[in-house]
């Protein structure tokens, strides 16, 4: 089936530390998948953050950067250096533009910078 | 202020009542969601609305029902409440139907704990 497997969390990093967030994906029935990054801010609801719709592209958005790759079908999220403003919860999702079909996302990872 | 309303934050419900869920969005956005996610399980997707009809289902169960009273409401009626339903439940709307081709707006949820 369809599926998007993430880095289990927690994850702790030091301010200005690298962060990684590992993201795969199985789409067995979808022949074009996007893919996205959400976050989830404390007492908010989820925002996009990044998508990308073509494999072997790019996108970033606030520092964080994911590069879609059929090949190992994957899509992790990275940051160089960040902010204790980027904890969060950060969920990776699949999706589908033929038809309507909603969103399928991962477990989520939440990431807690310290100071 | 925030865009998407859900109403409680918090709810303590015993075995076998029944709760409804509370969703209004003020973005004018044309599609409606519900999500859920129980403990350490992925962010689930249960139903999508469009202009206030159903468009999808992926909800096995019918104690479930998603109420459109208003092209800017869905709530969700849950009856006979089981402790298994204990998660955290995500209301989202998007301009257009189809959760690629659409950015989603997530609320901040409602978290259901069921004794």
């Known amino acids: 089936g369809d599926s998007v497997t993430q880095t289990e969390g927690p994850v702790t990093v030091s301010e200005s530390e690298s962060l990684i967030i590992n993201c795969t994906y199985s789409?067995?029935?979808?022949?074009?998948?996007?893919l996205f990054w959400y976050v989830r801010y404390p007492g908010e609801g989820l925002q996009l953050l990044l998508k990308v719709i073509t494999a072997g592209q790019k996108g970033s958005s606030r520092g964080f950067e994911a590069t879609y790759n059929k090949e190992t079908t994957s899509f992790h999220l990275q940051k160089a250096s960040v902010q204790e403003s980027d904890s969060a919860v950060y969920y990776c999702?699949?999706?589908?533009?033929?038809?309507?079909?909603?969103?399928?996302f991962g477990t989520g990872t939440t990431v807690s910078v310290s100071p | 202020d925030p865009k998407i309303i859900q109403k409680p934050k918090y709810l303590v419900a015993v075995t076998g009542s029944e709760k409804i869920l509370i969703c209004e969005q003020y973005l004018g956005h044309n599609a409606m969601y519900w999500y859920r996610q129980s403990a350490k399980k992925p962010l689930e997707f249960m139903f999508s609305?469009?202009?206030?009809?159903?468009?999808d289902n992926q909800t096995a169960s019918s104690r479930f029902q998603p109420q459109s009273s208003k092209k800017n409401h869905l709530d969700l009626q849950i009856t006979a409440l089981k402790p298994d339903d204990s998660a955290t439940y995500f209301c989202?709307?998007?301009?257009?139907?189809?959760?690629?081709?659409?950015?989603?707006?997530f609320g901040a949820g409602t978290r259901l704990s069921v004794l």
């Open positions: 609305y469009s202009y206030q009809k159903l468009m």
């Open positions: 999702a699949l999706g589908d533009t033929q038809g309507g079909r909603a969103l399928i």
């Open positions: 789409a067995t029935s979808i022949a074009y998948p996007n």
């Open positions: 989202a709307s998007s301009q257009g139907w189809g959760g690629a081709q659409n950015t989603l707006y």
